[in-house]
């Protein structure tokens, strides 16, 4: 905790050709604002038309319903807007031997609050390092590695990063691997079809047919390989399916959580209500002449208002990840429904 304490405040302050880090208090008085998020990797005919500012959907498990939920269903033009320009910045400046603080390349109302742009955080980050989530951070993501298939994963997964980002869109390792589950999916398929009807083709020519078959399935993966590295589908049908897989993935992976999205709103709401009705309590108690907190009761009390305060916030993250999760979800539902009705615009 000292050190990340230290580390988060610290800036860059060249001494002697070493680096070295240098406290400034000034930098605390700016609050954090995130860049903007990964840009979507999906079709611009799918982009241009994506339907965000629509109601909230089910996002699976415990019974959760069709709702209105505004964190869910923000649409990516204006979370773009609110987070639109880079953030102010602090670096050094060797021509004048000190550490500058810019407003960085956005415009700001007159008393509007200047923020500074520490990097690109996950709320885990923040809160691991900074001690706070933010509940629309559009570089939160999910990770959905621990529900992935040993043989979809690729040598180097080490370097891979399989999520799904606040703004409801894949990965591009995610992306890649969904489309290949697919693919590799369809070629055992056709691997086990050609298996049951090998009897059919005996002789010289069969052999002959079977090779020419093999060649030609063969070329098909290596071509459809190389449109998924080139960042493109391989089909309609084929992505359709991939995207209902993803959505299998995120469903389960919310469904992985003890509470539902509601149980964590009402918690963190009760949350709230009992640390109004304890600062309401104290403060009676502190303006009443007769009643006198002792060293050791103020010291429970800043305990327990610890303890509380570090339950918000670890509820507060595990409802972002959940959110993640649902827009995710419903972006895979959008995204199939446009498929299945404009298949014109992806010529095979």
């Known amino acids: 905790w000292a050190r990340s304490t230290i580390l988060s405040r610290a800036v860059y302050l060249p001494q002697h050709g070493n680096e070295a880090g240098g406290l400034c208090p000034v930098g605390d008085l700016f609050n954090y604002e995130p860049p903007p998020g990964p840009e979507p990797l999906l079709p611009q005919a799918f982009l241009d038309t994506a339907p965000w500012s629509g109601p909230g959907d089910n996002g699976g498990g415990h019974g ?37 603080f810019t407003t960085g390349d956005r415009h700001y109302r007159a008393g509007e609050q200047i923020h500074l742009c520490y990097g690109q955080y996950t709320n885990l980050h923040l809160l691991e390092i900074y001690g706070f989530v933010m509940s629309e951070n559009p570089q939160e993501a999910v ?23 606040e703004s409801g869109y894949p990965s591009w390792d995610l992306l890649c691997l969904i489309r290949r589950k697919v693919l590799s999916d369809r070629g055992d398929n056709n691997s086990s079809s050609s298996s049951d009807n090998g009897g059919d083709n005996g002789g010289e020519n069969g052999g002959g047919r079977k090779k020419v078959k093999k060649r030609a399935r063969a070329a098909s993966i290596e071509s459809a390989e190389r449109r998924i590295q080139e960042g493109n589908m ?12 993803l959505h299998d993935l995120c469903e389960r992976k919310l469904r992985g959580f003890p509470t539902s999205i509601e149980e964590d709103e009402e918690a963190l709401r009760l949350l709230g209500r ?10 009676l108690e502190s303006s009443d002449g007769t009643l006198k907190e002792t060293e050791e009761e103020a010291e429970a ?15 507060q993250w595990r409802l972002c990840q959940k959110r993640v999760l649902r827009k995710a979800m419903r972006t ?16 095979q």
Not at 274 to 283: D, I, L, P, V
């Open 332 to 347: 895979c539902r959008l995204y199939q429904t446009h498929l299945s009705e404009r298949p014109e615009l992806y010529p």
């Open 143 to 165: 990770s959905l590695l621990d529900l992935l298939p040993e043989r979809l994963l690729t040598e180097n997964r080490d370097g891979s990063n399989y999520e799904v980002y």
């Open 274 to 283: 009992g640390k109004s009705e304890s600062s309401s309590h104290a403060t």
């Open 64 to 100: 959760e319903g069709e709702r209105r939920n505004s964190d869910a269903s923000t649409s990516s033009s204006s979370s773009h807007s609110h987070f639109q320009g880079i953030s102010g910045d602090g670096t050094y400046e060797p021509h004048t031997d000190s550490f500058v």
């Open 234 to 245: 391989v089909g309609v049908a084929s992505e359709i399916r991939a995207f209902q897989y």
């Open 301 to 315: 009390e800043a305990e327990d208002g610890s303890r509380e305060g570090n339950l918000v916030l670890a509820v």
